[in-house]
């Protein structure tokens, strides 16, 4: 086994901002993303708010992607592509210099967002645009690489399997970089009205900014979002030859399967904290070391009820000390792309020692009584931290970070 996985790039796009110093400074802020959709007409919706990437993205994304490959993509795979190569700028790497058969990409997909709202899809291009192992290949084609591409769909913890799964190649020693991640849209009508017939959106669309409200009483359903993100990942031999900015450690992680029901997470968080007390074994770290938590947080009644509960279940008294946010409350619920997105979150919040808050927290839901971080940023220095990310159909992954000082 390879010593330790360390992250030297990360790449985002979002509603919130296309760039990480824009996105950083919005989320600290405590800035929400949320809107009225402007992709299609949603007033027949029940559901007409949305955490949408600014309609400018498309503008900056044409300086970044070629343009007969942008008109083969989705809008949704260009995000991908640029939040990879924003990840790869950021890290350093020349693929001229690796090589190139140890070097793979795994982003998680959960579609590709050919929908009814995409434009300019044609028979000419409809098969690339709706092939969902596309975003990994793009990136693959973008710097010739000759490691294994694939995609995962386990839904909304997609691309966190995506990013467990890179760290488990590299461990192996079957790789010496993986650019891991994901990307996702579901803002249409089909899929809208399809989660709406679940009561799983929320319906509070006025205003639009106060409709994610994670941990309270008033939460009402999660709100979509849209967005990329990506993260390189090296073993730390390899990043520390070539001089890597490394900007945390992947200290380990936890992928489970609840087979227990096809939207609703396990009874009492069950599942979740049998989910959050493997990652903390896999990684080595002690309860004790672990000071913040990235929560899935998705603002829907089962989700934040059950996984106040399984952290309580793994923490006990020192739950009550260990703060927990959502960053959903912000960005909305960027479903495939979660993982990624919000990994990255947690990795800029042990670099910068700064907790991003969960906003619209003015309601306290009495029966959640941990610290969420309410409404603004909190200055903490922080040495662990986890990402959790919980999808229907049972699939559970949670991501532990760690602080880097050097090998």
């Given amino acids: 086994m390879a010593g330790k996985v360390v992250i030297t790039g990360m790449?985002?796009?979002?509603?919130?901002?296309?760039?990480?110093?824009?996105f950083w400074k919005n989320l600290a802020g405590g800035k929400s993303g949320v809107k009225k959709i402007s992709l299609f007409d949603a007033s027949s919706c029940a559901t007409r708010i949305a955490a949408e990437v600014p309609q400018e993205f498309e503008e900056f994304s044409r300086t970044l992607v070629k343009k007969r490959a942008a008109g083969q993509m989705t809008r949704v795979s260009r995000m991908c592509l640029v939040a990879a190569k924003q990840a790869v700028t950021l890290s350093g790497?020349?693929?001229?210099?690796?090589?190139?058969?140890?070097c793979a990409v795994i982003m998680g997909v959960v579609n590709t967002g050919n929908s009814s709202v995409?434009?300019?899809?044609?028979?000419?291009?409809?098969?690339?645009?709706?092939?969902?192992?596309?975003?990994?290949a793009w990136i693959s084609l973008e710097y010739q690489l000759l490691g294994p591409n694939f995609a995962i769909n386990t839904a909304c913890a997609s691309s966190a399997y995506a990013?467990?799964?890179?760290?488990?190649?590299?461990k192996n020693n079957m790789m010496d970089i993986v650019i891991a991640g994901g990307a996702d849209s579901i803002i249409n009508p089909e899929e809208i009205?399809?989660?709406?017939?679940?009561?799983?959106?929320?319906?509070?669309?006025?205003?639009?900014?106060?409709?994610?409200?994670p941990?309270?009483?008033?939460?009402?359903?999660?709100?979509?979002?849209?967005?990329?993100?990506?993260?390189?990942?090296?073993?730390?031999?390899?990043?520390?030859?070539?001089?890597?900015?490394?900007?945390?450690?992947?200290?380990?992680?936890?992928?489970?399967?609840?087979?227990?029901?096809?939207?609703?997470?396990?009874k009492d968080g069950a599942g979740m904290a049998a989910t959050i007390e493997k990652a903390i074994e896999n990684s080595g770290?002690?309860?004790?070391?672990?000071?913040?938590?990235?929560?899935?947080?998705?603002s829907t009644e089962l989700n934040d009820r059950y996984e106040t509960m399984a952290i309580k279940r793994v923490f006990g008294e020192q739950a009550y000390h260990i703060p927990v946010s959502s960053s959903k409350s912000m960005i909305g619920h960027t479903i495939g792309a979660a993982g990624a997105i919000e990994g990255i979150i947690t990795i800029l919040s042990l670099k910068n020692n700064i907790l991003t808050p969960t906003i619209n927290y003015t309601d306290p839901d009495p029966d959640l009584d941990l610290d969420y971080v309410p409404n603004v940023s909190r200055n903490k220095e922080i040495e662990v931290a986890l990402s959790n990310s919980f999808g229907f159909g049972g699939h559970n992954a949670t991501l532990v970070f760690r602080k880097y000082h050097g090998n």
């Fill in 285 to 298: 770290v002690a309860k004790s070391e672990v000071g913040y938590i990235n929560a899935h947080g998705t």
């Fill in 118 to 136: 995409e434009k300019d899809t044609s028979p000419q291009n409809t098969v690339f645009k709706s092939m969902t192992n596309s975003m990994p």
């Fill in 193 to 213: 009205n399809g989660f709406n017939a679940l009561y799983a959106l929320s319906v509070a669309n006025d205003p639009p900014e106060a409709a994610s409200r």
């Fill in 163 to 170: 990013i467990a799964i890179g760290m488990q190649m590299i």
């Fill in 11 to 22: 790449g985002i796009v979002s509603s919130l901002g296309y760039d990480l110093e824009t």
């Fill in 93 to 102: 790497l020349d693929f001229e210099k690796e090589d190139k058969t140890r």
């Fill in 215 to 266: 941990f309270t009483s008033t939460r009402d359903g999660f709100v979509i979002g849209e967005g990329a993100g990506v993260l390189i990942l090296e073993s730390e031999e390899h990043a520390l030859k070539r001089n890597a900015p490394v900007h945390c450690e992947l200290a380990g992680y936890a992928l489970t399967s609840e087979g227990y029901n096809i939207m609703a997470p396990m």
